[in-house]
């Protein structure tokens, strides 16, 4: 039950991370037309699902009852509130870092590393 719902928490979170831009909290807007990632979903979760219930031995894994099933599933599904949440604690701006500075500060350390 661990790893189905490790992994069930990792598909959840993929499906949270699909907006990240400020302002916007909506994680299902257009979600169906992005069939890539709707493809990597559902693979993922049928590959899961042939695993825990075919893996046996090789995968170290047993058939899991529906109410185990359930309890997986709503436990990787509670990463989706948690992420609204956090979405709305303010990032102030001064940190963010200046990417051109960055760029040329990891270009000068670079250039020493080589000489």
Known sequence: MIFNTFVFLQ????????IVTD????????IHRNFIFLGVIIGTIIVQVLIVEFGGKFC??????????LTCIG??????????????????????????ENKDKNEEELEVLIK
């Not at 598909?11 to 699909?18: A, G, L, Q």
């Not at 302002?23 to 257009?30: A, E, R, S």
């Not at 170290?60 to 109410?67: F, I, K, P, Q």
């Not at 436990?75 to 102030?92: E, H, W, Y």
């Open 11 to 18: 598909i959840f979170n993929e499906i949270n991370s699909r």
């Open 23 to 30: 302002g916007k909290y909506n994680i299902f807007q257009g």
């Open 60 to 69: 170290r894994t047993e058939h899991l009852e529906w109410d185990k099933w």
């Open 75 to 100: 436990l990787g599904a509670l990463s989706i509130p948690f992420g609204t949440v956090l979405r709305f604690i303010p990032v102030p701006e001064e940190r963010h870092v200046n990417k051109k």
